[in-house]
């Protein structure tokens, strides 16, 4: 390795180049030559000499790749700290080494040195390099196809680095070299177009490759200005760029870029009227060369390079559609609709129908602004021709056909190409089914007639077919069975189009699907699906079809659960269950005279159903029972569901188990070997019965809405509340279902589970649910097993059901029945014990369940009369101690990656954390924001008394305050206090402290949205402490400095930047008038002095400061605007904002302003008195019949 630098010489930094890439070095080697050219290139400023050498023509092109980056790397780095007359000569070389570049420099050499050039451009131009654009010229006036290449790239970088990415820094730089570009386009633009001509000639005529790539260099330099430039400018050059690019899509060598660039103009935005003259793209001679092209390429089918274009052009289609409908739209009746629109719609059709999901779907949302555009403004017979059509091509379309990986079928091949997973093509599809959806559901208005009979044809087809193939019984597999897909499409189909098929023609394909004979099961849950979706015709039907309906449902609910196909038998009973809820949700008045008959049928079969079958048709029946609308009658009712229930419920072994964790444990097994006793596995499932039972009548049992109703109904009690049902039955046994869901709470805590028999490993017993492991990490857990479904899962599954229904009958019960539930006078205590005997002691996925599945949604769902009594207990004793759990987990996350800026769930950062790890941080990640979501709901006013204002209310606000020459502080005629409930206005000092102690610690957690949730509550309770007189010097100093804390952790975030800035704003001008300790606080901040924040409390005009003139009041004071004022604010703090990992170790590359550019003055109309020489009476009325007038 060289000793200094002065020894280095072209030979040994050619070689060391060589090592640097070459595949066979060794390591030594290669470091070596690292550590040559690192000190070639540091030194490169002094050591111009040798720089210039290398970057001669002659030499390497790896040496000269080299030199053009150690170039770049001086111009980025060193361009301020050079003479003038060393940029000047680097700015000579580079053009001089442009014009002498040889036809066989590689693209790499000719890349670099488009980038020396650009930036040369970003700190010269156009003040001290006015020729750029000349020199630029000259080049290509030579002919060559190399330079020319060269110096499109030039271009291509300049507008991707100035225009479209937005790179460059300062601003002012960065407008003057846009100005500069705007006014060189009207040059540019046919420049490049006249160039892209004259290549395209000459490589059609010499085929020459060199020519090719100079006309591809083009064609993408042209894209990277047509997508932002004036659409007037893509028209220069006599309109010969579109036409240019659509006549050259039938060459395949040039077809992608022509077609991408085509792509870039369809996809402009901007004003409608500037945009019109892209319409030049729908004349005859351009749709006929479309129509050749997409016909010659669908003639291809399995080509990835042929189907690659061909999304491409779909998607240029469609952006010409939607720049059509845009201008259609605008203009309305008034629009000239193009000649060859009747031909873009073939186009268009022709799309729709091929196979390729990525290709068709995108053509729907085409299809409904047309169709809506031609409705508002008037009527073309060729587009509302083509709607019946559309109907019958988009009801294949609903298909789920050419699945992902399935190469058997074209559309199956495509789907293979264009998607990476099963999940995207899934995504996909859903999307685009939607979409489709959302025509068809606009062609009812005009189309009824056409899709109902498309429904019943289809229906009559399709069930034709079923019978004559599955009548015996065969087997279907539903993933690759044709009349199985065809059947899920118009399921889909009659189900979005449910509430319009009232059609009377609808009443016998009904019956003929209730007749059908099929014994394929799958096919028949299908087409109970379709089935259905009728049931909006039933009010029109006869009333032995509604008997054959309930027939059919019972028929299928009362299978044998001993079928060879127990699974689909299985299935197909509880699906026929999920109908008859649906049935009784749509139509329960139908059902109440035969409420007795339907109760007895379904009694009489309870002992051939599944218990789960059979709960569900009692969920239909309690909907049923709400339609009587009397109390009493729902209650009776009621209680018969429920009533063997409450008589296990009650068996003393049942109660013993309830009683402790232990006994919990020991009546379901988890202190025995698994798989030793059956009985245990019965106590499991007798448990989980027990709880649906509950959940069934507190989820589906109501009361009517209607005043009157409820009078005559019973529903009110003495104290004129009203008394649902559900309550009156379950709230007696309260206290056993708190005491139930405090014992499975104990299951998850570590001292209990360390009892359990060795074979229940914590790991397995009490592991998340592998769905939401899942959901979490975005693939399947690294130590899930598929066969490991036995008694030790089984164990897990029942364990957490049993938490989830617990919860979940707390959940209805508060929601659907407020005034009893939160009248019980144990609930409050029982949740606060809950909470402090538990939150400390179980896993994190327990943990989280005490605050999003219990604490949050019972807050949420309390009535304002019942918070003082519910939730005020929960503060002073919950509250405190799940703070503290999630403070110390974000605590240790800090110091655990202290220079770790904070990271949602979708971060890259979380791919290097163990799976554990991500999972658990998912969990505290979703309790902190339900959290903070919960507070935010009972400490802030609802939006049903008044809204709560954004940030710019906030910002107007402060203002107004300003404007009234008042502190924020003591401003009487807008105040954030109003934010807060009145539940906070009536809390003691203590826990209003403790609340916003809680709310400014939580905005420096390590998590996005939690931060967004805490500072809304920080800025009013900041205010009504100050307010109230019980802010303090220290409090008032706690709060800013984790203010500017949070600034700092969560600086990066623009987002929360902006808001953390504004209440930190806002607190200062309230506290600093009153604790001077805050500006003491200030100047810690690096950077910050007394002069500058003097400046800045003038600026701002705090009471004491003199006022900085900025922006006049009615009172005559001068402030600034909010705004400015946050601005101010920021740059005097910038030092401490939190920056990226990526941020804070980049090199500074500066760009210095340069003069401004000297714009021309505008010559002001001379004065016409004065131009009279003063004579007013010359300018009479005489005056205007003189000769020379």
Known sequence: MMQTVSEITPEILKKAVIFCVSPTSTPQQRSEAYQICEAFKQSSPQNTELLYEILKV????????????????????????????????????????????????????????????????????????????????????FAQAQKTDTVMKVFLRLAEDVIIMNTVKPAQRRRDIQSALMQALPSIIPFFIKTLDQNISTYHSTSDPTQLAVTKSTLQTIMGYVGWCNASFVLSHNDLLIPLLIQNLTDVNLRMDCVECLLVITQRHGNPTALSPLLSMFSEKSILTFSAVIQQVMAVERDPETHDFMKRLGQTIVGMGELLCILWGKEGKGFQIPTALPQYVQILSVLTNHPSLFVFSPCYPIWFSLLKINTQTQRLGFLSAVTTELCTVSLRRLEKTGMYGDSSTLAGYFATL?????????????????????????????????????????????????????????????????LYIQWDALSFFTHALSKELTHPSLVDVLQLLLNSTVQELQLQSIMLSVASALFYVIPHSPQAVLDLLLTKIISNVQLS????????????????????????????????????????????????????????????????????????????????????????????????????????????????????????????????????????????????????????GGFYNESGLVRTPSAIVVLPYMDGILTCLSVTFDLFKEAVIKQFHPSYPPSTTHNIPYGEQVSVLGHKPADFKPDAFNEISSIQRHILDYFDSFTQILNHLSKNSPHEFYRHPNLSPFLSHLIVTHVAEVNTYAFKGIVKSVLRPLCLHCPREYQAVFIAPLLTSALPLIVDRLNKHWLRMREQNPGVIPFSSDSQQMEELPEAEIIEQELLRVASRDLLDMCNCFLLVCSESRPRPVQKDVEVMADIEMMDGTS??????????????????????????????????????????????????????????????????????????????????????????????????????????????????????????????????????????????????????????????????????VEIIGKDVSEQFKNNVVIRNLPPLIKKRIKKSEDIIAASGGDKESLGLCQMFQPSS
């Open 58 to 141: 002659d030499n390497d092109a790896r040496l000269r790749h080299f030199a053009f980056q150690v170039v770049e790397h001086v111009i980025k780095l060193n361009w301020n700290d050079i003479t003038a007359s060393s940029r000047y000569k680097i700015q000579n070389v580079c053009i001089t080494l442009l014009n002498q570049m040889l036809p066989s420099e590689p693209i790499y050499v000719k890349d670099t040195l488009a980038k020396c050039i650009v930036e040369i451009v970003k700190r010269e131009w156009p003040q001290q390099w006015p020729s750029f654009i000349d020199d630029m010229s000259v080049v290509c006036s």
């Open 968 to 1133: 924020p502080s003591t401003s009487e005629n807008v105040s954030l206090e109003d934010k807060l409930s009145d539940f906070v206005l009536g809390l003691p000092q203590e826990e209003v402290l403790y609340l916003l102690w809680f709310a400014t610690i939580s905005s420096c957690w390590l998590d996005s949205g939690t931060v967004h949730k805490a500072i809304d509550l920080v800025t009013p309770l900041v205010r009504y402490t100050h307010t109230s007189g019980w802010m303090t010097p220290d409090i008032a100093d706690q709060v800013t400095r984790t203010l500017l804390t949070c600034i700092h952790t969560h600086g990066k975030h623009d987002t929360i930047s902006t808001k953390v800035f504004s209440s930190l704003l806002i607190v200062y001008e309230m506290l600093r008038p009153t604790f001077g300790n805050l500006s003491q606080l200030m100047l810690e901040i690096p950077g910050v002095t007394v002069k500058r924040l003097n400046r800045f409390e003038a600026e701002i005009c705090l009471p004491g400061a003199k006022p900085s003139p900025k922006v006049a009041n009615s009172n005559g004071t001068y402030f600034p605007c909010f705004k400015k004022r946050r601005e101010l604010l920021r740059s005097m703090i």
């Open 418 to 482: 264009d998607y990476d997973s099963m999940v995207n093509w899934i995504d996909h599809i859903h999307r685009a089914r939607s979409s489709m959806i959302i025509v068809f559901q606009y062609l009812w208005k005009d189309n009824s007639e056409h899709l109902v009979s498309l429904v019943v044809s289809s229906i009559k087809r399709l069930l034709e077919e079923t019978q004559l193939q599955y009548s015996g019984g065969n087997f279907c597999n539903k993933d690759t069975c044709p």
């Open 561 to 712: 659960k001993n079928s060879h196909y127990a699974s689909q038998t299985y299935e197909l009973s509880r699906h026929a269950a999920a109908v008859f809820i649906k049935l009784m949700t749509i139509h329960p008045s139908l059902f109440t005279g035969r409420f007795e008959e339907l109760h007895t049928v379904i009694l009489n079969s309870k002992g051939d159903l599944d218990s789960r079958v059979y709960r569900l048709l009692t969920e239909g029946l309690v909907l049923v029972s709400n339609e009587m609308k009397n109390c009493n009658t729902q209650v009776q009712y009621i209680r018969g569901v429920i009533g063997p229930t409450l008589q296990k419920w009650s068996n003393p072994e049942v109660q013993q188990s309830f009683r402790s964790s232990l006994e919990m444990s020991r009546y379901i097994g988890l202190l025995s070997p698994p798989d030793t006793d059956p009985s245990f596995q019965a106590r499991r499932h007798q448990l989980q019965e027990f709880l649906r039972d509950f959940l069934v009548v507190t989820r589906r049992a109501s009361v009517p809405t209607d005043t009157n109703e409820l009078a005559r």
